[in-house]
């Protein structure tokens, strides 16, 4: 990932939060044929005294993804956080000097790393468990997989087969305008706070975050 000093974030546990609050991922391995792309929600496991880091999926099976994996290098897990453009408008600088382009703001996270698969029913049937615990979480009446006929979930196990990544290494990209000054990061929050857009605001708050964490 290309990311310049002043963007780059490499702290493990604001890498896993992200991950943890993004989900979805597109999944990219490299294969014989070329690239296989898959685009999965994955369960971030923080490394303990057993093993290390990994990051599990699920794909239906016949989805080439998994077949590829014989004789794979590593493959990439890319989580892409709250994005938005910026409009040069928003800049106080505009009006002074006018030497302002637009740029696009981002956050986003790489998990490198081989990936291996998992098919057996207990793994499977705890993956997919963890997977709706996480989503479910805080709703008033969370769904559980055994709200659902157990035959029901044995057939549609049968039909998917696990992925596996273990973390090599993690790198992340918070592109939020730290470059610019003051006023014109302020110009850029009122802009983006008064979109109707609620990836927009969504970038906003993630620049307010980043000014509080310098500033503290």
Do not use: C
Not at 2 to 30: G, S
């Amino acid at each position: 990932m290309y990311a310049p000093t002043r963007f780059r974030e490499e702290r493990a546990e604001i890498l896993a939060q992200a991950i943890e609050t993004i989900v979805f991922a597109n999944l990219v391995t490299p294969a014989v044929d070329g690239l296989v792309v898959s685009h999965v929600p994955m369960v971030f496991k923080p490394a303990d005294d057993r093993r290390p880091a990994v990051l599990e999926s699920h794909v239906a099976r016949p989805n080439p993804h998994w077949r590829a994996l014989t004789g794979a290098g590593q493959s990439v897990a890319i989580f892409q956080g709250p994005q938005a453009y910026i409009s040069p408008a928003w800049y106080p600088s505009k009006r002074e000097h006018g030497k302002v382009v637009p740029t696009w703001t981002y956050i986003a996270v790489h998990a490198h790393g081989p990936l291996s698969t998992f098919d057996g029913e207990g793994d499977l049937s705890r993956h997919l468990k963890e997977l709706t615990a996480l989503k479910e979480r805080g709703r008033a009446e969370p769904w559980q997989v055994e709200d659902a006929p157990a035959h029901f979930i044995e057939g549609l196990e049968r039909a998917i087969v696990g992925l596996r990544m273990t973390v090599d290494r993690l790198e992340g990209a918070w592109k939020l305008n730290q470059h610019k000054s003051e006023a014109d990061r302020v110009g850029t929050m009122a802009g983006l706070d008064a979109s109707s857009d609620p990836r927009d605001r969504l970038v906003a708050e993630a620049m307010r975050q980043a000014d509080g964490e310098r500033a503290s």
